[in-house]
């Protein structure tokens, strides 16, 4: 059971990292709701209007964009009409990878966990200081998670679950995410669902990162336990932000910690968004034009981070020459 817990954390942390790519860990950035599906919203009016691009060639097909957040709150929903018109009206929805079916599946589950193993004789100990591990095992223990098969893998897994529990502690909910919410829908509704990415590329993503670059990212995970009022806060502006609708906004939240970098952590910074940003952009703007290509209609669903701002995949494709509009109503 303890297992299964730890898997389920540790898949939050890797769809909630896409969101917080362009900060420091210490920020944090989007599960069964099926009581929040299509046949069971509550009829009440949206307050919240979050961004939607519509994306159209020059045969008229189109693409929705939808930038998600991975955690929720209650006024989230239902999402405004125009964002279920758009889904209603797609063939196909696209996420990142389809977490519900994922979370079914325990012999996939278990074969990425072991992307984070050391195959090396080493253990965590190893690699990283005696005080940062002690503080890592007594977060790990007070939340009940930690065990000792833990020292067999490496310093990226044992930050993906603290970061987890740091989510949990900021009072964000994981339960009302929305692209679990869309994806529970599409279930609802018997409408396809298809991959941009897989929970296989993002395990192998993280585990990649240079033992530098873990190491940076466990310390600054550790150093955020110190201040969980300052998460908490936020975590509430990144939500309020997305809820809003503030185009210019989120993109500003996203990009501020890149400058005030200091130099001597440039390397690592570029290294973190070359792998988290830059790369999987790339991915899923070309996922984005071979789905216009084929001419059915598509609602894409991924990190917001991915969508808004500079080099995200809205920007790509308008600069491919692809129509770009954004809806907020």
Same mark, same amino acid.
């Given at each position: ?19 917080? &790519? ?23 009016? &949206?307050? /919240? ?19 998600? %957040? ?14 279920? $018109?758009?889904? #209603? ?11 519900? /079916?994922?979370?079914? @599946?325990?012999?996939?589950?278990? !074969? ?26 007594? %977060?790990?223990?007070?939340? $009940?998670?930690?065990?000792? =098969?833990? @020292?067999?893998? #490496?310093? /990226? ?30 279930? @609802? @509704? ?8 897989? &929970?296989?590329? !993002? ?10 670059? !873990? ?22 502006? =990144? ?25 001597? !952590? ?17 991915l899923m703007t070309d996922f984005a034009e071979n789905a216009l290509k084929s001419g059915e209609e598509i609602f894409m669903c991924v990190g917001a981070a991915h969508i808004v701002g500079e080099g995200a995949i809205a920007q790509n494709l308008k600069q ?10």
């Amino acid at each position: 059971m303890k297992l299964k817990k730890i898997i389920s954390l540790l898949l939050i942390f890797i769809l909630c990292f896409s969101l917080c &790519a362009c900060e420091e860990v210490e920020i944090i950035t989007p599960f069964d709701t099926s009581s929040l599906s299509s046949s069971n919203e509550p009829e009440v009016s &949206a307050k /919240s209007s979050p961004l939607l691009y519509k994306v159209t060639d020059k045969s008229g097909n189109v693409l929705w964009l939808f930038g998600s %957040i991975h955690v929720g709150r209650d006024e989230f929903y239902p999402l405004p009409d125009y964002i279920t $018109d758009a889904f #209603n009206s797609a063939d196909k929805l696209a996420v990142e990878f389809d977490i519900v /079916s994922y979370e079914k @599946d325990m012999s996939a589950q278990m !074969q990425t966990l072991r992307t984070f193993l050391y195959t090396d004789g080493t253990t965590i100990k190893d690699h990283v200081s005696e005080d940062a591990y002690n503080k890592a095992v007594k %977060i790990l223990t007070d939340a $009940d998670l930690y065990v000792s =098969m833990f @020292d067999q893998y #490496n310093v /990226s897994l044992w930050t993906s679950l603290l970061d987890s529990i740091l989510i949990e502690k900021t009072g964000a909910d994981t339960e009302l995410g929305i692209d679990r919410h869309l994806i529970n829908k599409a279930y @609802d @509704d018997k409408k396809e669902i298809v991959d941009v990415e897989s &929970a296989e590329s !993002q395990y192998e993503m993280l585990a990649g990162f240079s033992e530098e670059l !873990q190491m940076f990212l466990l310390n600054e995970t550790l150093s955020s336990f110190d201040d969980e009022d300052l998460a908490k806060k936020e975590m509430t502006e =990144m939500m309020d932000l997305w809820a809003a609708g503030d185009e210019k906004g989120f993109a500003e939240y996203l990009s501020a910690e890149e400058n005030n970098i200091p130099k001597e !952590q440039t390397a690592l910074y570029e290294e973190y968004t070359k792998a988290m940003m830059t790369d999987r952009n790339a991915l899923m703007t070309d996922f984005a034009e071979n789905a216009l290509k084929s001419g059915e209609e598509i609602f894409m669903c991924v990190g917001a981070a991915h969508i808004v701002g500079e080099g995200a995949i809205a920007q790509n494709l308008k600069q491919k020459g692809y129509t770009v509009e954004c809806i907020t109503k």
